[in-house]
């Protein structure tokens, strides 16, 4: 595993939320790479459908910050002949379930260019999206698909769960030569505020967070499951007594197996909390990492505590889908019960 490239010990710090984090994350690196560029819709202006560029286009103008029409296809091909071209672009997605018509333009060129060049060339650019429900909003904003791009051999998948990393972990997708699907989790945005350095520093896109040392079940997770995860783990110490481990993955491709694995050769048991469906989710990846690599440990089948095989329903229903801290416990205390 990689070591925290840990901020200044001097640097000030700001309590910020998780949408700001990574605004500060963008205006931090802008301000130290003028090959950093920012695209996408109402990005400039506007400073975003959720405020995360707000402020940018009046310090870097519009030949940095740049508005696009309504062209998720234009915005991603456009953001791949810039990386080429030697700048660092920054691709804006709406919402996570407006990627689908950049798809082709991620799999079959931005993924594949350092292949297909035989290293000749890298495409150093981050596609950013709104990822997750909670949030009441109409068909097509409230997706998790990050399988789908996790599945895809040259694009890391990053998703912070925190303010502190959503700024540590954009920068160090920001320096990465190879493109980073960087996932935010709009339920949280604005849920919380925690001490960030206002200098730069990164987290790198390859280690996952122990966030609760435990001995009874290893509980992964990520983005904005992990809260209630936590939650449902407190719940538990004081409710039942069962003290559980809580990895937050963090970056999802490449998975930090080794963190994985010793935390299940710890417990003997565990669990995977996320909110995309659960047949051919993560989860299941992350099941068979523990299988592999720890079976002789393993005492109990792995529960995957998940969203429904269905779209994510509209708002009466939407609480429901999400998996809760209430579910979380329930399967946890199944598993540990076995």
Not at 149 to 169: I, Q, R
Request: proline share 7%.
């Amino acid at each position: 595993m990689s070591s925290t490239t840990a901020p200044d010990a001097e640097s000030p710090i700001d309590q910020l939320n998780l949408v700001e984090a990574v605004c500060d994350g963008l205006y931090t690196e802008m301000s130290q790479n003028e090959d950093v560029v920012v695209l996408g819709e109402d990005v400039g202006k506007n400073g975003g459908v959720f405020r995360a560029t707000d402020g940018l286009y009046e310090v870097f103008g519009d030949g940095r910050v740049i508005d696009t029409p309504l062209a998720e296809a234009g915005i991603v091909g456009s953001a791949i002949g810039l990386a080429l071209s030697g700048l660092r672009p920054v691709a804006e997605m709406q919402f996570m379930g407006f990627i689908y018509p950049a798809f082709d333009q991620l799999v079959s060129h931005a993924a594949r260019l350092r292949s297909r060049s035989h290293g000749q060339y890298t495409v150093p650019m981050v596609v950013r999206a709104p990822y997750g429900g909670g949030i009441h909003a109409p068909e097509h904003h409230s997706e998790s698909k990050e399988a789908f791009f996790a599945h895809e051999p040259g694009l890391k998948v990053v998703c912070p769960s925190t303010p502190y990393d959503a700024k540590g972990l954009l920068i160090a997708s920001l320096r990465d030569p190879d493109p980073v699907i960087f996932l935010e989790p709009k339920l949280i945005y604005r849920a919380f505020k925690e001490a960030v350095p206002t200098g730069s520093y990164e987290v790198p896109l390859s280690d996952a967070s122990v966030r609760r040392e435990g001995s009874d079940i290893s509980v992964y997770t990520w983005g904005a499951m992990t809260r209630p995860t936590l939650i449902a783990a407190d719940n538990l110490a004081d409710e039942h007594g069962v003290d559980a481990e809580v990895v937050d993955l963090r970056t999802l491709s490449p998975l930090d197996t080794e963190t994985i694995v010793e935390s299940f050769k710890k417990t003997g048991r565990a669990a995977v909390v996320h909110e995309a469906p659960k047949t051919a989710g993560l989860g299941a990846e992350v099941s068979s990492t523990i299988q592999e690599e720890a079976l002789l440990y393993q005492e109990a089948p792995i529960k995957r505590i998940t969203g429904f095989d269905a779209p994510v329903p509209l708002h009466g229903v939407e609480d429901y889908y999400l998996p809760q801290a209430v579910r979380i416990q329930e399967g946890i205390l199944e598993t540990v019960g076995f």
